[in-house]
């Protein structure tokens, strides 16, 4: 298994240099005052809000799936 399996999604972007601490917290947030069962993955919530470009959740997809590494 990747040992980037660990990482949450947002963990990956802010590791990538896309998306900040503050912005992530923003988006988490957003997500928590959604009603359960309607709410939002996190990646939604950040291309929604132009936190990140789609190609950036892609690529933290393919990190967080052991489909690729993480830069060091």
């Not at 990956?12 to 709410?39: C, F, H, N, Y």
Request: negative net charge.
């Amino acid at each position: 298994m990747n040992s980037s399996a660990r990482y949450k999604l947002g963990e990956i972007l802010i590791r990538l240099g896309v998306l900040t601490d503050d912005k992530l917290a923003k988006a988490l947030e957003m997500q928590s005052q959604q009603d359960p069962l309607e709410r939002f993955p996190i990646g939604r919530i950040l291309l929604e809000e132009g936190f990140i470009e789609p190609n950036d959740l892609i690529q933290a997809i393919k990190i967080q799936t052991g489909q690729a590494e993480l830069p060091e």
